[in-house]
């Protein structure tokens, strides 16, 4: 085993980063003037609506679309008949082993209650609408299966001929450590258990949506809501036969996208080639209902695990299979199955592992990306029999969790030895903040309304290595005047990430951060990125920015060595002055800069590439809750969520992505499903009337703490990622504090009310 | 959205004989928060829509101890929520307003305009069926006098008919003594609907329960009374026997369905419980 040492840069003075600068995105927001997708409005521009079909398994005899295209507005119908017939990538990740190639824009066969099957252009929306309705389709029904165990049964029918059988959407993935059969047999205690795991979806603020034009030279442009400019450039070109130099991506402002996001949808391409039909712009924007039907949820399935432990509470074995349902199509299937099964080596130590992950087509609507990727689900299962392991053995869970914590060195998930690892310093401080020893006393009771604390904790990566090798760009230019200009191709999901990469670069370059301007998602212009996701945004594209603003630094400094009459190594840049170390020689770094009489301007342009690996962050959540006997709510009365993520760049906007992560988190725990009719496969809830987000209202006290501890050297003076991590530790928190409230312990999300009742009920009758 | 033929009559009887001559493709407009959002969805076919918001004089409202309190058609649920007459002697009332959308939706929604779209789980109407509340009907034929009790027919369905418009409702004053109550009980806190409603109003006599009126919303085709739960509690002393009684009567006269946001159990028991608290939180804010 190797431990790598921590190399650090030692700088302690920041004047940038650690800051809660003014995001720089602020004004635009709240003066409503920033541009999202949806806002682009071109001359003439079409508007296009996708028919939807009303079965959930089905080949397509035949459509009739004469009386749509009869209709007055009406410009354009596509069908599977006319529209090329490219087998493609679900999420365009090109050739990466986290999805899967097993989609067309229409096919002459439907997969899922929902699945679009036909797409209209007309000069309105309601004329678009109306000719949804006027094409005609005519079904020869398949048999369906909606849940894992139907379509992994021999005789299911299968959903997609991908050559494996049962349904797998990937062979098994099969992670295995030490030996199991040893490690069970030197066990004093074996916990075995079901969890059963909905499906909660992202729910992001901003439907999908898309403008497109193509331009007199064949060439698209499309302003689309997604977190991967490249990739949707990339899989746009390779399926309607275009060089990448004729497909244009751009992306501003999002609202929202949790990782979802990654996938090309159906109306990306389908608005492109409308446009292309008509030869007009062509606008096509999800209902809310639509991003539902033909979104991406996050995996349902079950888990079923097995651990030893032994009576001094170490944990000798871990047993899992894990069967993820994919809905129609692979989406990240097979990401979201490497990682969430790799994530079950680790987070409590464990030298036996055995684990099995598998994915299952099932026709119900696609599960892909989203915020914690597989590993909420399998964390939540580790989490909860972890916990009621500690009480079977007489321990308290936050001190078993602790003993058992991952430390330094240990094999992570990725293969990777751990560097900078954090988990204990959260347990430990969490154990203090929330003074647990003392509030674990008064838990319970026999009252009506009854309180508990519950502890999760959870680890997570930065970026997708290895299941993608990954790399982060940026170009940062100078101007003459000292300001300077930041290129990314990273998106700004809303997260704040382009004031974070803008901080690294003036921090790098000693200017103030008012002096950077970014420009960012446009694949035209910035330069290549993968994509915002996997929790890597700061620390890859952030490291990214870093060395292009210090390739930037050193031509700057060589060009002002002569100016100062010193050598480039002898000077500093702090506050926009550059200083001769040891003297008191200076200039402003605008008159080193700044053209001069008979001297014009010079190009000063820093390149960044950055291939990284991987680095962990670390979290540890406590939760109250109070559980109402009689009606059986259960409502989170405080959290404190501990997060050691390396270096803060903005502690405002840091806090800002835990909160939110415990906000959806309590949502998927207590409140949130998405739910599929299992004889019709048809959606019962595809609204915000019957799919229920907490509300502010419902938001506990959150008192955020978040440690430095354990800074990674891959990321910007050891910054780590946080995106993910957040949603990941409050499920498994909420479910422990309830058993610690009415001594029930719960197997699956979401824990509603009725579920309560029925569970006290059950030990009512037992007792 | 579907295009519909507007129309903005200028008086009660302009309207009613419009409204009559159009039938049942014609609805109503005041605020609109229920019914553009169904036009929208498609949850309704409407072509025709009548703007009843330029007639003159339905946005009154007045409070008198001994007459009660009387509000128009136009008065949106705002401003009942922020009424100090409704604050003080209807917290019922007070709390189903409040709960009722987002404050955005309560400026516009009128308290007439969700007694009238007669949802099952409408918050002000078990309030008002408690509190024995009348609606005030302008027709070219007459004018009537409906109780709330008596207005719905079923899901969106009421007694009214093509010309019919509801012009106030009349609060009857707090009796001595009394006291009254709502829960609503839902997923979350807020933009919520419930899915289960209960409200109580009762008057006390010494240790015994004159009177009471218990009204259900969402756990049948209507808002309805529990009126044999009711009668086991009039005239009696509100010991936790009769209490229990009392609950589980409530819960036998409900009849409520299962879907995704509660199932039929569920929902009957909770209103046992809520028919519980309500009583006890009636009880404690006597006046």
């Known amino acids: 085993m190797t431990i790598h040492e921590k190399d650090i840069p030692q700088k302690t003075d920041f004047t940038v980063v650690g800051k809660s600068v003014k995001r720089s995105d602020t004004l635009e927001k709240v003066t409503g003037s920033a541009v999202y997708a949806g806002d682009i409005a071109l001359p003439g521009m079409l508007h296009g609506k996708i028919k939807r079909c009303e079965i959930a398994h089905a080949q397509i005899k035949r459509i009739d679309t004469s009386k749509a295209l009869a209709l007055k507005g009406v410009k354009a119908v596509l069908t599977h008949e006319n529209v090329p017939h490219v087998l493609h990538y679900g999420s365009p990740h090109p050739r990466s082993a986290s999805c899967t190639k097993d989609q067309y824009i229409f096919d002459h066969r439907v997969r899922y209650w929902g699945e679009g099957v036909a797409a209209v252009a007309a000069v309105t929306e309601e004329i678009a609408e109306e000719a949804l309705h006027l094409i005609e389709i005519e079904y020869e029904p398949l048999p369906a299966v909606f849940t894992i165990e139907e379509a992994m049964k021999p005789d299911a029918p299968l959903i997609y001929d991908n050559g494996l059988d049962h349904n797998n959407v990937l062979p098994p993935v099969v992670v295995r450590r030490g030996d199991i059969d040893k490690g069970f047999a030197e066990a004093d205690l074996i916990l075995e258990n079901e969890f059963d795991l909905g499906r909660p979806t992202p729910a992001y603020m901003e439907p999908n949506v898309c403008v497109t034009q193509w331009d007199g030279n064949g060439k698209l442009t499309i302003w689309s809501s997604t977190q991967t400019a490249f990739m949707v450039r990339g899989a746009l070109a390779e399926v309607l036969g275009v060089p990448l130099n004729k497909v244009r991506v751009v992306v501003d402002h999002m609202g929202g996208g949790f990782g979802a996001k990654q996938d090309l949808f159906q109306h990306e391409f389908l608005c492109a080639l409308l446009a292309r039909e008509t030869a007009k712009p062509v606008r096509m924007e999800y209902t809310r209902k639509e991003t539902f039907l033909g979104g991406r949820s996050r995996h349902p399935g079950k888990i079923w695990l097995k651990q030893g432990f032994t009576k001094d509470g170490r944990i000798t074995a871990r047993q899992a299979r894990i069967v993820f349902n994919s809905g129609a199509y692979g989406s990240h299937s097979p990401g979201v199955t490497n990682v969430g099964t790799a994530a079950m080596t680790s987070l409590y130590r464990c030298e036996n592992v055995d684990l099995e992950g598998r994915a299952i087509y099932t026709n119900t609507p696609i599960a892909g990306a989203f915020r914690g990727y597989g590993v909420v689900q399998t964390y939540f299962a580790i989490d909860l029999q972890v916990d009621e392991a500690a009480e079977r053995l007489g321990f308290d869970p936050a001190e078993f969790k602790l003993k058992n914590a991952v430390r330094e060195g240990d094999i992570a998930p990725s293969g990777h030895p751990i560097v900078g690892h954090g988990l204990e310093d959260c347990i430990r401080r969490g154990i203090e903040e929330s003074d647990w020893v003392n509030v674990r006393k008064t838990s319970g009771g026999s009252g009506v309304k009854r309180r508990g604390w519950g502890i999760g904790c959870e680890m997570h990566g930065s970026s997708a290595y290895p299941g993608i090798k990954e790399q982060g760009n940026a170009i940062v230019k100078m101007n003459e005047d000292g300001t300077v200009t930041l290129l990314t191709g990273t998106a700004g999901l809303g997260t704040g990430a382009h004031t974070a990469l803008s901080q690294i670069v003036a921090e790098e370059l000693g200017v103030p951060f008012e002096s950077i301007g970014v420009v960012q998602g446009d694949t035209d212009v910035v330069p290549w990125d993968i994509g915002a996701f996997a929790s890597h945004t700061t620390y890859m594209g952030g490291r990214a920015a870093q060395i292009a603003a210090a390739d930037v630094k050193r031509q700057v400094l060589s060009h002002a060595a002569p100016l100062l009459e010193a050598e480039a190594d002898q000077l500093t840049i702090e506050g926009g002055v550059i200083r001769v170390t040891g003297t008191n020689r200076s200039m402003t770094l605008k008159d080193a800069v700044a053209p001069h009489r008979g001297i014009p301007a010079i190009q000063l342009v820093g390149v960044g590439t950055y291939t990284p690996t991987k680095s962990y962050s670390f979290g540890a959540h406590f939760v109250e809750v109070e559980v109402d006997t009689e009606t059986g709510e259960v409502a989170v009365l405080q959290v404190i969520p501990v997060h050691e993520i390396g270096k803060v760049v903005h502690p405002i906007a840091a806090a800002g992505q835990i909160e939110g992560g415990i906000q959806q988190g309590i949502g998927h725990t207590l409140s949130e499903d998405y739910v599929i009719d299992l004889t019709t496969g048809r959606s019962l809830n595809p609204s915000f009337v019957d799919y229920k987000m907490p509300l502010s209202m419902d938001m506990p006290p959150i008192r955020t703490i978040i440690l430095e501890t354990a800074p990674d050297p891959g990321g910007p003076w050891g910054a780590k990622g946080v995106g993910e991590d957040p949603i990941i530790a409050i499920g498994p928190a909420i479910a422990n504090a309830i058993h610690d409230a009415i001594g029930v312990r719960f197997h699956h999300y979401p824990i509603t009310p009725e579920n309560i009742l029925d569970a006290l009920r059950e030990t009512t009758k037992e007792a | ?287």
């Open chain 2, 1 to 287: 959205m579907k295009s519909f033929d507007y129309h903005e009559p200028k008086s009660l009887e302009e309207a009613s004989s419009l409204l009559a001559e159009l039938g049942k493709p014609a609805s109503i407009i005041a605020g609109g928060t229920d019914l553009l959002v169904e036009i929208k969805e498609e949850l309704r076919a409407v072509s025709h829509v009548v703007n009843i918001k330029r007639i003159a004089g339905l946005d009154w409202k007045s409070w008198d101890p001994e007459k009660g309190l009387r509000f128009g058609t136009l008065v949106t649920a705002r401003e009942i929520e922020t009424w100090p007459a409704v604050v003080k002697h209807y917290p019922n009332l007070r709390t189903a307003v409040s709960l009722l959308g987002s404050i955005q939706v309560r400026n516009r929604a009128t308290v007439v305009g969700n007694i009238c779209r007669a949802s099952p789980s409408a918050d002000t109407i078990p309030p008002l069926i408690a509190d024995g509340a009348e609606l005030t009907v302008y027709s070219n034929a007459g004018e009537r006098v409906i109780p709330v009790e008596e207005l719905f027919t079923g899901p969106g369905k009421t007694v009214l008919v093509p010309g019919d418009i509801v012009t106030g409702i009349h609060v009857p004053a707090p009796r001595a003594r009394s006291g009254r109550a709502y829960i609503k009980h839902g997923r979350r806190k807020a933009m919520e609907l419930a899915t289960v409603g209960v409200a109580v109003s009762l008057e006390r006599d010494g240790d015994t329960c004159a009177d009471i009126r218990i009204a259900l919303g969402a756990v049948a085709a209507t808002p309805i009374r529990a009126r044999t739960a009711e009668a086991l509690l009039r005239g009696r002393s509100l010991d936790d026997d009769t209490l229990a009684a009392v609950a589980e009567t409530a819960m036998q006269e409900s009849t409520p369905i299962s879907n995704v946001r509660a199932s039929a159990a569920y929902r009957r028991e909770m209103v046992g419980v809520l028919t519980r608290r309500a009583i006890g939180m009636a009880m404690g804010g006597i006046q």
